[in-house]
């Protein structure tokens, strides 16, 4: 299993900075002006901003727990939302309704298929010169951003960059028969 430290993967920072925050989670006003237009309560204008801002910086949809405090305060506060209002959706049916709009405003498709299909494509592709699963992984999430797709989970092309890797590296088994390939290795296939 390769560390999602040692990847592209996009996460929460443990520590965001000022600079991050202003650049990535300040909404815009034509964002501003397109949530209050979606959302019902202030509850829902917090969530829904929240999620949009999270997506765009991660390229998937974290859990409104997942959110940094400080994230949450900050959009809060640029909605002039009281303290005490906090991201959250009342039913399964508005998160996946908020879901929905955000990919439809970013212009980015959930295909967990087509997904899978292009990252395993990407992994097989870069396994013939990479071996690292880090190495593996960064080339699916950059074609998938490339291909405007939301990101599968990380245990998932985690565990598809391992399976392709494996299929791929015992189809060439190392053979140690003395006196071949200079050192004694030669690569057979099966």
């Known amino acids: 299993m390769a560390s999602v430290e ?3 993967y996009p996460r929460f920072k443990r520590t965001i900075t000022s600079r991050e ?3 990535a989670f300040t909404p815009g006003p034509s964002e501003v002006a397109w949530a209050r237009g979606k959302a019902r309560s202030p509850e829902h204008l917090l969530a829904l901003v929240v999620l949009l801002k999270s997506f765009q910086k991660l390229g998937y ?3 409104l727990d997942e959110v940094p405090e400080l994230v949450v305060g900050h959009v809060r506060g640029l909605l002039v939302l009281d303290e005490d209002v906090r991201p ?6 508005t998160l996946r309704h908020h879901r929905m709009i955000i990919r439809e405003r970013l212009g980015v498709e959930y295909d967990k298929e087509k997904a899978r299909k292009i990252a395993s494509a990407a992994i097989y592709e870069a396994v013939q010169t990479k071996y690292n699963p880090a190495d593996l992984i960064n080339v699916a999430l950059e074609r ?3 291909e405007r797709l939301e990101l599968p989970g990380y245990t998932t092309l985690d565990a598809m960059a391992s399976e392709i890797r494996t299929a791929v590296n015992t189809r060439f088994p ?5 006196g071949q390939c200079g050192g004694g290795l030669r690569l057979t296939s099966r």
């Open 6 to 8: 040692r990847t592209a």
């Open 21 to 23: 925050l202003h650049e």
């Open 61 to 63: 949809f974290p859990s």
């Open 88 to 93: 959250r959706h009342d039913a399964d049916r």
């Open 144 to 146: 998938l951003v490339k």
């Open 174 to 178: 190392i053979s140690t028969r003395r």
